[in-house]
């Protein structure tokens, strides 16, 4: 199979590697190496094609980097059976990944409420903004409070969101989640508004690292205090409904760390969306990035393929951003 078969086969599939929005391949010869770099691991992929994505070629998007020595980044996006893609990544190219041979990066994933142009908008918004101000207000910094720099941008994201308009002025009344990790060394911060969530995947164990910020939680603690059942809890209609996310009036509840997280050899964060962990068990995804180790990107295509091919009726948006310690 020549070159242009193989390109013609990916997107027959579905299935487009690309670079990150944020660079380009600056010469001839780094596009050589990005395309050597560059895994097609398609033959015994099963191809799943909702309904919603029938007519878009180019619907299930793989993000990728370089391979690098000590961090490896991957990501994977779908539209799963929705009209729209209102989940928005970001996350760096090389070249904005370390300072002085030292990891230190900013990865963020917001998922849009409030229909189809407002939710888009909105998630957006989060994450480029957040991506942009930790690039020029903290990276190569000297000196920094990563849980004060996410406080800070939480409320300005708020705000900016709530100003969302439409072209007649109107109110959007759009919101998103937002989830966004830095690495500085082996130090994890990580800032988590709404019920997107952060795994930490280590020694062939899941945790979840982020509290959901929905109703469930403060149905939970009646539960503690023995007002209600388990049961009754998670039967309760309104239990996902979110208590906090970027757009709402007053944000009162968002989660940082001060102290950092210290990581280790082999680790692997998870950033996703819910479109992700509503379908998936933490054993199922367990086991995929314990399959794919060697390759994140392939890693978070098949986690985003495997929550298609529960073929739920109606497969929420699904992303995925991988960091492996190398």
């Not at 793989?62 to 209102?86: C, H, M, N, P, Y």
């Not at 966004?180 to 019920?195: E, H, R, W």
């Not at 757009?247 to 997280?261: A, S």
Request: glycine share 4%; proline share 2%; hydrophobic share 35%.
């Amino acid at each position: 199979m020549d070159k242009q078969d193989l390109i013609e086969k990916t997107k027959r599939r579905g299935f487009l590697f690309s670079r990150p929005k944020t660079k380009n391949c600056e010469t001839q010869e780094q596009q050589k190496s990005f395309q050597q770099k560059t895994q097609l691991i398609l033959e015994d992929e099963p191809e799943i094609v909702p309904e919603a994505e029938k007519d878009d070629d180019f619907s299930l998007k793989t993000e990728i980097l370089f391979d690098d020595a000590l961090v490896q980044i991957g990501a994977s996006t779908v539209i799963g059976k929705r009209a729209s893609q209102q989940d928005s990544i970001i996350f760096p190219d090389q070249n904005s990944m370390y300072v002085e041979d030292s990891p230190q990066f900013i990865c963020a994933l917001s998922d849009g409420m409030g229909g189809l142009a407002a939710g888009e908008v909105a998630s957006k918004l989060a994450t480029e903004m957040i991506f942009k101000d930790y690039y020029a207000q903290c990276w190569k910094k000297t000196t920094k409070s990563y849980s004060a720099f996410f406080r800070a941008e939480a409320e300005q994201i708020n705000e900016k969101i709530l100003d969302i308009t439409n072209e007649n002025g109107e109110p959007l009344r759009a919101g998103a989640t937002l989830i966004a990790t830095v690495l500085d060394g082996k130090n994890l911060y990580y800032l988590n508004i709404g019920d997107s969530r952060i795994y930490l995947f280590r020694n062939g164990e899941a945790l979840q690292i982020t509290k959901d910020q929905n109703y469930l939680s403060l149905l939970m603690q009646e539960v503690a205090r023995g007002e209600m059942t388990l049961n009754e809890a998670n039967a309760h209609p309104k239990k996902d409904a979110l208590i906090s996310y970027c757009g709402i009036r007053e944000l009162k509840l968002q989660e940082t760390n001060e102290e950092p997280i210290v990581l280790q050899k082999q680790d692997v964060l998870m950033l996703c969306s819910d479109g992700l962990y509503r379908v998936l068990s933490q054993n199922e995804m367990l086991n995929i990035i314990n399959d794919n180790l060697v390759d994140m990107n392939l890693a978070a295509y098949r986690l985003t393929n495997a929550a298609l091919q529960k073929n739920y009726r109606g497969q929420d948006n699904t992303s995925v951003i991988l960091i492996k310690i190398n």
